[in-house]
């Protein structure tokens, strides 16, 4: 009845198959088991000839080459990078955003530093009602002194 015209009641059912969840155990084991293989590859591929080492040493310096001929490239055509160096000049170019949010925060250090001196009307307006709170807490205890001592 709830469930007409708003696609399938089944929507968030289990599918397929049951899930199994592999313990810790099985899984160290099944790593073991997958890297034993490797070292016996590894072991027959070095003692087939002396010669295949030399070719796959040049086919791996080929590789490295290769890699190390597109690797600037790729740094410098890649937009996400961060920039790192700065232009020899020593200029920096901010955008926009960049600009306004340091102007802003030196607005507020400057806003800050002259509270804490109290040069603003605001800060002048704060240090006035703290000393008139402080003045009465004083003149409190002192009634409270009075009163015990009669």
Do not use: C, W
Not at 52 to 74: C, G, N, R, V
Not at 112 to 128: C, F, I, R, S, T
Request: aromatic content about 4%.
């Amino acid at each position: 009845m709830g469930f007409r015209g708003r696609g399938s009641h089944k929507k968030f059912t289990a599918k397929g198959r049951s899930r199994y969840i592999a313990s810790v155990d099985e899984i160290i084991a099944r790593n073991k088991e997958l890297s034993e293989p490797e070292t016996d590859r590894k072991s027959d591929e070095e003692g087939d000839s002396p010669n295949d080492p030399k070719e796959s040493e040049e086919s791996d310096e080929s590789e490295s080459e290769s890699e190390s001929e597109y690797e600037p490239l790729i740094e410098v055509y890649n937009p996400n990078k961060a920039r790192t160096s700065i232009e020899k000049t020593g200029i920096v170019e901010l955008s926009r955003r960049e600009r306004e949010e340091l102007e802003r925060q030196k607005f507020e250090r400057e806003k800050m530093k002259l509270m804490a001196q109290g040069k603003l009307p605001k800060a002048k307006a704060d240090l006035e009602r703290l000393a008139k709170i402080r003045k009465q807490r004083e003149e409190a205890m002192a009634r409270k002194l009075e009163k015990l001592k009669l």
